[in-house]
Structure formats: structure tokens, C-alpha cells
């Protein structure tokens, strides 16, 4: 666990003084205590906080929670041993091991300490029966736990012993021609089918949402059942757990475990996301296979039905064995054409189910081509700088971004709380434009960028006017930030265009052409204030495009499900933090400063973290759920977006008074 590099090598470091030993000693001491003590109560009295208001149940199994909890110590002691033992160091990030260690428990597993603190977390809440910790608490710990290895630890191992390093036993194949060892072929089992059981009996145990709703075709319910095409239907589980076994190749086996993984994210996040369910026709059962129906129902739910993991499976099997056994190919095909056929005549699912399943498999075998799309248009978008002048004034084209993404935040604002009014808005409207500039020009500024803008300056400005109105009786201080936090990753999403023409929030060089987009405008950020000119760099604004959508989807589904108010807002500051903290990773912006190791955006990440952590533990109203509309709103929102295109799209190119210049 590392999050502080080592500038030097332990070979060229003086000898420490006494008291450099007791500083050592003394961090370790304070360092052992954060997380062996103190995170562990926090975690604990955050759940706590949570269950007295969150209105999710969680499964209540001791029998479960306990041998979790067993496994997870025994994975975080394991760990540590070895990184003592084998690494000459400890589980500590500001003191790491001396050695890549690949014995012991790592020699099965990359990250021991971090498997192991989930599980405990996730058994910790099963065994008191906690929503707050099922629910939340182990989520968030988890998605922390990759942000810290993609957002540091991964980049620190490279700089530190090199890209090319021993690797456990259990993960994914590589893609190799090469035929899979047993090791291999478990871990197809260990790291793709079991999260993916796993994911769907938490969505089974979740249930039918209170709004769901069906789509099924007027025709579809009166078609009967063929108890006996069960056979067909249930036989998608045997061909599936046969799959890892049946591969022949490395590469085959990786290609179906990441095509599974990413239909398994995308699957049940659409569980969640889109609230589809399906009532399986009724029938009378008559024989053995009518009885195995009615049982695999009775273990099912409506809510997972959309998109049908039946046809998803069915097709990724289909697929690997037809790569494996090219001469049964249409065998393989076929079969998946009656499971998908067994889906209807079993009553199990809709046609609707089937058509979500199929664009969504369709959509990740097609994953290469359409990202590389993406990323051309995204490098269309960041050399599109166009200007126009008049007279001192400059009018940068990226203003249409920029104005569009204030007009869509104070519009979704307007949606959501139609009780707003039109002077409250404005003041919001202001302070984020304040807060963003002073944070920025604080961080940033310099001769070479006179008006440099920052996100976290706007959310700070934006949250301090909503402070202000509150001393008003007549807001609601709470539902207030609630809908801008919901409101925040669309406006992101949707202004981002902007930084990438203007070449801000720009990636750093990667590692390969593929993955990286190329500036040569001699206007943006990237020509003129740094070295990357016709560099392939990470496209960092696209990265957080899709984040943010996704975050801002979560918010608004949570908020039609009537949740507390304060959950929404520090889920907003904990999704927001995790990824910023990974993106930044990934940055490349000379003029950004480091502290301790890490950018200085990513201990604002780290600060976004605790304030979800705090906030979502505030007790609060339930959302109203509904939404609204005034047309005066609207106007508003046209002169939001005016006002934010103005501050950042419009400049003075030939002052050198501060705020007046947006880039050289």
C-alpha cells in the first residue's frame, strides 16, 4: 500500500539522526493508529449514522458476516506478514517495502490487504444486518480501494521497479496464444463468475424498486408456457460454468472474462439505473421441469430481468466456443438462438429483455472501434479553437460549451426544485463563477494564465452561497445543495468540450498511441503552455465526461427513490472525489503543484471524500421524488449560460491585467 513514493533509494539515504528515527517511529505509531484504530471506529459510526435514516434493509446472516470477516483479517495479517517478511517494509504508505514482493499471499493475489478490508467490511454489515454498511459504507470502500491503485499505487510501482513485474497467479489471462494453465482458468472463475453471481443475488435480494415498471408487449401476455423448454433455459447456467474449461487459448479466455466483466458492470448498474421489471407468465406445472421452473422463479426476481443476463450469457458463451471450436460454429449459435427462444416460451422474459441484452453485447464486442471513434472525435473537438475579435475583445468558439453547460445545470436546478427563486438562483449563478476563479487564480494563476478556472473553486463558492440562503427561512438549505449536486455532473459533463479546446485539464503523455489524442493548435493549453505538442496524451476531459454521467444517472435515480437528501449530496462529494482523485492521475498540467507525493487536486479529492462521508451521515428530509417546471426559469437559465460563457470564453487577448487574459 503506497502513496507516498520514495524520491530515493534507501542504498543512497544518510544514515538517520536519533531524532530522525523517532520522527520515523513516531509516523508509524500515528500512521498504525489511522487505520488500525481510528478508520475502522469512523467506518462503524458511519454506518450507523446511515442506518438511522436509509430506507434499504440489508441481509442479516451471522452465520454469512462472520467467516467474511475470519477471511478478510486472515487475507490483511497474510499481507502484511509478507510485505514484512518479503518486502522490508510494512502495509504502510508512507513507509513502503524496499522489494516487489511476489511470495507468500501475493504470490495469489495482487492486493491481499485491500481484498481483505472489503471483506471485512462487507461481512461487518451482513453480520449486524447494517444497510448503511452494505449498501454504502462497503461500496465506497471498495471503489476507494481502486482509486487508490489506479490513481497511485499502480503509476509509484512502474516509476519504482518497472512495467514489466512477476504477476499472481489469480487474474485475468494474458493475451496469449499460449493454452491456459489451471491457474488461469480458476481464475476465470475466482474473478468473473462469482462477482457476477454475487452482484446478481445482491440485485435479487434488492427487489422490485417502487416505481418499476414493465414494457412487455400486449401479445407477449398471452402466449402461454412450454414447461419443457426449461430444459433449454436452465441449461445456460451449465454451458457457462463450462466456458473456462472449454478455452484454448489465453487470449480466448481473456477475451470472454473482460467482455464479462463489462457486461456484468453495465448489467447490473442498468438493474439499478432503469427500475424495467418483467411478471413471468403464470402456468400450472406438470412435469419435472415445470417444477424446476416454478423453483428457479421462487429464487428469482421480476427487477433483474432488464437486460436479460440469460441472452447475455448465451451469447458470450456462444462466442468463445465458436473461437475455440470453429467447425461447430453454427452449433454454438444455435443454441444461443434457443436459449434466447427459451426466454419467451418459458414466460422468464420480455422481448424487450432480449432486445436490451443484445444491443448491449453487440455494444461491447464492438468496444475497440467505438472507443477509437470516440477518441477521434474527441481530438476533432480539442484542435477546434476558432476566434473572433473585436477590438480588444476575444470571443473563443468553446463559449458554446461552456454556455451550454450552466444553461443545462440551472434547467435540471429548475426541474427539480420549481420552487426556487429567480434570485436565489442568480446569487448561485455568481458564486460559482467567484468561487471558481479566485480558487483557481490561488492555484494557478500566473503571467503566462491570467484567468485559469477551477471546479473545485466553483463547488466551494456554489456551496457557500446555498449557507447564505439558508439563514432564510423560507429555503431549504438541504434539498437546495441536494438538487445542485445532482445537477453538477451533467453541467460538468456537458462543459468539458470546452476543456479540451481550450487545452486545459489535459492528460499527460501515455504510455501508447493508441491511447492517447494529439494537440497541435498553437492557441490551447497543451502547445502553449507545456512540452505536448503532437504528443498522444490521455484525454482526461473524456474520462471525466463518462464519470460524471454516471455518477449524475446514480444521483438522479436515487433521488426518484426517495432517499435522504443529505445522501445524495455526499454520495455526489464521494463519487465525485473517488474518480477526480483516480483522473488526476492521468493529468499532466505543469502548473499544477504536488504535495507529499500526490497533485494537489487529489488531496482535494481526498478533503471530497471526508465531506461525503459527513454530509450523507446528516440527518434529512426524504426527496420529493417529483419534478416541475416555470417558464421564467428558463430565462434564467439562458442568462446563467450567457453569464458563464462570458467569464470562460471571453477574453482580452492583449491585456496583462489579471483575469483579463483566458491564454497567451
Not at 539515504?13 to 520522527?23: E, H, Y
Not at 407468465?281 to 423453483?295: A, D
Request: a positive charge; glycine letters at 8%; proline letters at 6%.
Amino acid at each position: 500500500m503506497n502513496v507516498f513514493p520514495s524520491t530515493t533509494d534507501d542504498s543512497e539515504m544518510p544514515v538517520p539522526s536519533a531524532t530522525g528515527n523517532s520522527g520515523v517511529i513516531t509516523g508509524k505509531v500515528m500512521y498504525g493508529f489511522l487505520f488500525l484504530v481510528l478508520l475502522p471506529i469512523l467506518l462503524i459510526l458511519w454506518a450507523h449514522f446511515l442506518d438511522a435514516s436509509l430506507p434499504f434493509a440489508a441481509p442479516h446472516l451471522p452465520a454469512l458476516g462472520a467467516p467474511m470477516v475470519a477471511l478478510g483479517v486472515a487475507a490483511m495479517v497474510l499481507g502484511a506478514v509478507a510485505l514484512w517478511q518479503y518486502g522490508r517494509g510494512l502495509p504502510m504508505n508512507p513507509f513502503p517495502p524496499k522489494e516487489f514482493v511476489t511470495r507468500g499471499i501475493y504470490r495469489f493475489i495482487s492486493h491481499p490487504i485491500y481484498v481483505g478490508w472489503c471483506l471485512c467490511c462487507g461481512g461487518v454489515s451482513v453480520y449486524a444486518g447494517s444497510g448503511g454498511g452494505f449498501w454504502i459504507v462497503t461500496p465506497i470502500v471498495a471503489l476507494s480501494c481502486v482509486a487508490l491503485v489506479y490513481g497511485y499505487e499502480r503509476h509509484d510501482l512502474d516509476l519504482r521497479f518497472g512495467r514489466t513485474r512477476p504477476e499472481p497467479l489469480l487474474q485475468l489471462p494474458r493475451p496469449q496464444e499460449s493454452a491456459p494453465t489451471l491457474s488461469n482458468r480458476a481464475s476465470v472463475y475466482l474473478l468473473v463468475l462469482l462477482p457476477w453471481l454475487m452482484a446478481y443475488e445482491i440485485a435479487v435480494y434488492a427487489g422490485v424498486p417502487r416505481d418499476a415498471v414493465t414494457f412487455a408487449f400486449a401479445f407477449e401476455n398471452r402466449l402461454g408456457v412450454l414447461e419443457w423448454t426449461e430444459f433449454v433455459y436452465a441449461s445456460t447456467y451449465v454451458w457457462v460454468a463450462l466456458i473456462p474449461l472449454l478455452g484454448r487459448t489465453r487470449t480466448q479466455l481473456r477475451e470472454f472474462s473482460v467482455t464479462a466483466i463489462m457486461a456484468t458492470i453495465s448489467g447490473i448498474g442498468l438493474f439499478f439505473l432503469l427500475p424495467v421489471v418483467h411478471d413471468p407468465r403464470p402456468f400450472e406445472p406438470y412435469g419435472i421441469l415445470g417444477q424446476v421452473l416454478v423453483w428457479e422463479r421462487a429464487h428469482d426476481t421480476n427487477a433483474a430481468a432488464f437486460p436479460a443476463f440469460h441472452i447475455i450469457w448465451a451469447l458470450l458463451a456462444a462466442r468463445a466456443c465458436s473461437r475455440a471450436f470453429h467447425r461447430l460454429k453454427w452449433l454454438w449459435i444455435a443454441w444461443a438462438f434457443a436459449i434466447a427462444a427459451s426466454c419467451i416460451t418459458t414466460g422468464m422474459h420480455s422481448l424487450l429483455d432480449l432486445a436490451g441484452a443484445l444491443l448491449l453485447v453487440l455494444l461491447i464486442w464492438r468496444r475497440h472501434s467505438l472507443w477509437a471513434g470516440v477518441q477521434r472525435a474527441t481530438e476533432t473537438v480539442a484542435n477546434s479553437w476558432r476566434e473572433w475579435h473585436f477590438g480588444p475583445v476575444r470571443i473563443i468558439n468553446h463559449s458554446v460549451y461552456s454556455g451550454l453547460a450552466a444553461f443545462v445545470g440551472l434547467s435540471i436546478v429548475a426541474l427539480l426544485l420549481p420552487s426556487i427563486d429567480l434570485i436565489s438562483l442568480f446569487l448561485i449563478i455568481v458564486a460559482s463563477i467567484v468561487g471558481g476563479a479566485l480558487v483557481a487564480q490561488w492555484v494557478e494563476g500566473s503571467s503566462r494564465l491570467l484567468r485559469p478556472f477551477g471546479y473545485f473553486g466553483t463547488v466551494v463558492g456554489s456551496c457557500l452561497s446555498v449557507v447564505l440562503l439558508s439563514l432564510r427561512p423560507d429555503v431549504d438549505g438541504s434539498l437546495l445543495i441536494c438538487v445542485l449536486a445532482i445537477a453538477a455532473p451533467f453541467t460538468q459533463a456537458v462543459g468539458r468540450p470546452r476543456c479540451l479546446v481550450q487545452g486545459c485539464c489535459h492528460g499527460r503523455a501515455a504510455e501508447t498511441q493508441l491511447q492517447g489524442i494529439k494537440y497541435w493548435h498553437p492557441s490551447t493549453r497543451v502547445v502553449h503552455l507545456s512540452t505536448l505538442a503532437n504528443v498522444p496524451i490521455y484525454p482526461t476531459p473524456l474520462y471525466s465526461i463518462l464519470w460524471n454521467v454516471s455518477v449524475g444517472f446514480v444521483l438522479i435515480r436515487l433521488w426518484f427513490m426517495a432517499v435522504p437528501q443529505n445522501l445524495i449530496t455526499g454520495l455526489y462529494f464521494l463519487l465525485i472525489g473517488i474518480g477526480r482523485f483516480v483522473e488526476e492521475a492521468y493529468r499532466g498540467e505543469p502548473q499544477t503543484p504536488k504535495l507529499l507525493g500526490l497533485r494537489l487536486y487529489q488531496w482535494w479529492s481526498i478533503a471530497f471524500v471526508a465531506a461525503g462521508i459527513i454530509v450523507s451521515s446528516v440527518p434529512s428530509n426524504l426527496t420529493p421524488h417529483n419534478i416541475g417546471w416555470r417558464w421564467e426559469h428558463l430565462l434564467l437559465a439562458f442568462v446563467g449560460g450567457l453569464l458563464w460563457a462570458i467569464a470562460m470564453s471571453v477574453d482580452f487577448p492583449q491585456s496583462k491585467r489579471r483575469y483579463a487574459r483566458l491564454t497567451g
